[in-house]
């Protein structure tokens, strides 16, 4: 499956920002999906996972209560609601296929991933 993000971008500590993930192909509603960030100089952390039902979802500790979640399998697409952003949560944002729902296990090729800078 070939993911494109979208929607990064410049936001001042406490705004927010919604990233969009678009997926290519007929799988992608049987895929759980999730949202992976890298902050430079760190390694790429998962941040939410969503199941390919929609039905259920998690997230990391850091950004529970701010970011959200969703997908739409009508639309091919996975969305990533962030509000309340912090400086901290500046980093490149991927989307990509997650293989167990509640273990980190990326699946498949990277995107580009989208820039999020928090800054004022």
């Known amino acids: 499956v070939q993911l494109v993000e979208s929607g990064g971008g410049l936001v001042q500590p406490g705004g927010s920002l919604r990233l969009s993930c678009a997926a290519s192909?007929?799988?992608?509603?049987?895929?759980?999906m999730s949202w992976y960030r890298q902050a430079p100089g760190r390694e790429r952390e998962l941040v939410a996972v969503i199941k390919s039902s929609g039905d259920s979802t998690n997230y990391a500790d850091s950004v529970k209560g701010r970011f959200t979640i969703s997908r739409d399998n009508a639309k091919n697409t996975v969305y990533l609601q962030m509000n309340s952003l912090k400086p901290e949560d500046t980093a490149i944002y991927y989307c990509i296929r997650q293989l167990v729902f509640l273990s980190p296990s990326p699946f498949g090729s990277w995107g580009q991933g989208t820039q999020v800078t928090v800054s004022s």
């Open positions: 192909g007929s799988a992608f509603r049987t895929y759980h």
